[in-house]
Structures are given as C-alpha cells and as structure tokens.
C-alpha cells in the first residue's frame, strides 16, 4: 500500500512539472500531463488528448481559486473501468471557476465540485421524515461557478455533481452515465446539483441503462432558491425492470422553489418534480405520472401551465408498454425480495418514510436492513439514531421488524438453493 501511494505521489509530482507558463498567448499555463494539480490562479489549457490508467486517483484537481479550465476541444480520458472511483476534475471549497470547452469520458463522476465533506454525507438532512423544514440545506463553500460546453461520457455515476452557491451548468452534452453490465444496480444521475441560486439550461442529457434495483436521473437539484432549470433535453434509453426513472428530480427548501421550465424529457416514469414552479415542459413515453406526488404536503409543486406529455409509439429499447410505477410500500418490499441489497433495502425505507411520524418504526427497520448491506446514509441514520428522530423504542421495535425481514431473506434464499440442487439432480 505504501509503494503505491509513492507511485501516485510521483505521478503527481511528474505531471506538475510539466506545466509551464506561457507569455503573450491566451493561457497562462498548459497542463501536459495528468494525474495534475492546479495551485495557482490564472487560466490553465489543455493542448493535447489525454489519458489516466489510475483508477483510484483524480485526474485533474483544482486547488487554487480564479481559475479557468478550457480544455479547448481535447479528451480527459479515464480508466473506464465498472470498479474506477476516479473522478475527472475535483475542487473542493473553490470559488470563481469556470471549466468549458473539454471531453470527459470514462470516470467514476466527470466533474466534481463540493465541500469537504463526501457527496453522500449531505444528500439527506437530520430529520428527513418527520421535520415540516426538509431540505432546508447550508450555505456551500464553493461558489461562482460556471461549467459550459462540456462533453461528460460513460461516467458511472454522476455526469457532473456540484455542491455550490451562484453556478451555471449550461451547453453541455452528458451521454451514457450509469452502470454497465459488470456494475448494474447504479443510481446514476446525469446533473447532481446542491445550491442555490443556479442556473442549468440548454444541457442534452442520455442515460437509463440502469438494470435490477437501479435508478436513473437526469436533472437532480436540492435546494433551489432562485435557480432555473430550462431547455435541457432528458432522453432515458429504457425503463429498468425494478428502478425508476426521474426526468427532473427537485427538493427545496421553504424558502422558495426552482423555476422548472421548457424541458423535453423522453421515457421517464415521472417526468417532473416533487416540488417546484412548473410550465411549458414536454414528456414523451412516460411510464407512471407527469408529476412526482409527495404524501408530505410541506412542500409541493406548482403547475403553471402548458406542461403536455405525450404517448408516441415506442421508439426507445425496452419501451414495448407501460412499465410498472415502482413507488408503494408493497412494490418496494417486493423489489428487494427479488433484489436483495443496499439500494433496494434503502428504497423501502424511502417509501415507508413517506408516512412520516406514523411510519417511523418500519422506515428506521428498513434503514437497519440497508445498513447491513453498507448503504452509506443509512448507516449514517443507524450510528445515530437519537439525533435523527428515533427514539428509543422505535428502534427496539424496529429491530424486531428488521430481524424479521432478515429470517425471511434467509430462508428464501435456502428454498432457492434447495430449488437448484433439485434442478441440477433432475438434469443429470
């Protein structure tokens, strides 16, 4: 472990050394080789294609404010392995940065701006289920940034995240985001943005590859106070078996809700929200609802009109008829029956939290369940339950219903394998 971290210690160092400032030309300095580390202001160019083997390390990441990126038309390549972590550019608490003009393929998430803390650490607050003031998120760090005319391809996970206050995501094309077929149960996301005051327009986003429990988004925006999200183009290849797809995905705050308007969105099961100012948008082939609806009336969307969806005859793979809207608590049981894990566990306890305070008990079991199989935030939830709203006898009670569905896993799993040793026996 440690001859590695010194071989990636040397890369980084190799590929400093091979900027240099240019006097008289339109950038400052040229990035020549990656792994790199940007550490100082000014604007840094790319004047070749380039490409990274490491699958564990960031390929470009920005550690300086004032800083432009243009990639001026060339490829970040990446591993474009189903196991990469590596993501293809990364600044945390950055401020004033614009990145345009570059092709990014083959990374765990393409662009990556955020605080410190890991993207899946702020996804869902304190009190999620049970506070009338869900999404009511802090002021990020980073700031002032801007992202335009930028190719994302075959990311697994995210296209772009950003976590910031005052962004523009703008121009850009992100294509084939989500799992393959080494790394299918995904919850891919083509924008995932955490802010306020923003702007996403004019993006063309393709994905919806996802297979078993996984699920698909175009546009995702938490927060949401005097942002807009208009004319972006959401094509979803198919409808997976057991997941969901989500045109646009927006929670706010009680402040305010995000503008959402002049959007075309192709194959989702829901096109739009939970929550927002909605007009003017256009879906194609959806497969449950135009709009997401909420049992928590705290905050709502608000149809203002000339929002048309529209069935054509399939034009997409998959797309033979209506799917199944994945969204009840007996669905949701039934999907992790079928596919046990962290994902499926976790989408039960997303819809029995639906119920808010009358729920509790069955939401945190669910929790309990997927943190077994690791799933990040509920493991955040189980190490800390008091501080999230459960008391202690909800999750006494919630043990018992955990346990429950724990014994009934096991045993249909045993009834399948006795049911193959009985198949393999009659076939010889």
Avoid at 12 to 32: A, E, P, R, W
Avoid at 189 to 217: D, F
Avoid at 269 to 282: K, V
Wanted: charged share 15%.
């Amino acid at each position: 472990m440690k001859s590695k971290h010194i071989i990636i210690s040397c890369a980084v160092l190799i590929g400093s050394l091979f900027s240099y400032k240019i006097y008289g030309g339109k950038c400052d300095y040229i990035i020549s080789s990656i792994p790199f580390v940007i550490k100082h202001s000014g604007k840094w160019c790319l004047n070749q294609n380039m490409y990274t083997p490491i699958s564990d390390y960031d390929a470009i990441i920005i550690q300086a404010n004032n800083v432009i990126l243009d990639g001026n038309g060339y490829l970040l390549k990446g591993p474009g392995t189903s196991t990469t972590l590596s993501r293809g550019i990364v600044a945390y608490n950055r401020q004033n940065i614009i990145v345009k003009n570059i092709i990014i393929d083959g990374f765990y998430i393409g662009i990556l701006f955020a605080d410190n803390s890991l993207p899946s650490d702020t996804l869902i607050p304190i009190n999620y289920f049970i506070s009338n003031s869900i999404y009511n998120f802090s002021q990020s760090k980073p700031k002032n940034i801007i992202i335009q005319n930028v190719a994302i391809e075959s990311s697994i996970m995210q296209g772009i995240y950003i976590k910031a206050y005052n962004f523009i995501i703008k121009n850009s094309r992100i294509i084939g985001v989500g799992p393959n077929s080494n790394s299918p149960h995904s919850f891919a996301t083509g924008i995932y943005s955490e802010g306020n005051l923003c702007s996403i327009e004019s993006n063309t986003i393709s994905l919806g590859y996802a297979t078993g429990n996984g699920e698909n988004v175009g546009i995702a925006l938490y927060g949401g106070i005097d942002c807009r999200i208009k004319n972006n183009h959401i094509i979803f290849a198919r409808w997976p078996m057991w997941g969901r797809n989500f045109g646009i995905w927006s929670k706010s705050s009680r402040s305010g809700h995000p503008v959402i308007e002049n959007n075309f969105i192709r194959g989702a099961h829901y096109a739009l929200g939970p929550f927002g100012l909605f007009s003017g948008n256009i879906a194609v082939n959806l497969s449950c609802a135009f709009f997401v609806q909420r049992k928590n009336k705290a905050n709502q969307f608000f149809d203002l009109g000339k929002n048309v969806a529209v069935m054509q005859s399939s034009v997409n793979e998959g797309m033979g008829g209506n799917s199944i809207c994945p969204d009840n608590r007996v669905y949701a049981a039934y999907r992790f029956i079928v596919n046990p894990g962290a994902f499926s566990a976790y989408s039960a306890a997303m819809a029995w939290g639906e119920g808010g305070e009358e729920t509790l008990i069955e939401t945190y079991a669910w929790f309990l369940v997927a943190s077994y199989y690791k799933h990040e935030l509920a493991l955040n939830i189980v190490n800390n339950p008091f501080a999230n709203g459960y008391s202690e006898n909800v999750v006494s009670k919630a043990k018992i219903i955990a346990d429950k569905i724990f014994i009934g896993n096991i045993l249909l799993k045993t009834l399948k394998m006795i049911n193959c040793i009985f198949q393999s026996i009659s076939d010889v």
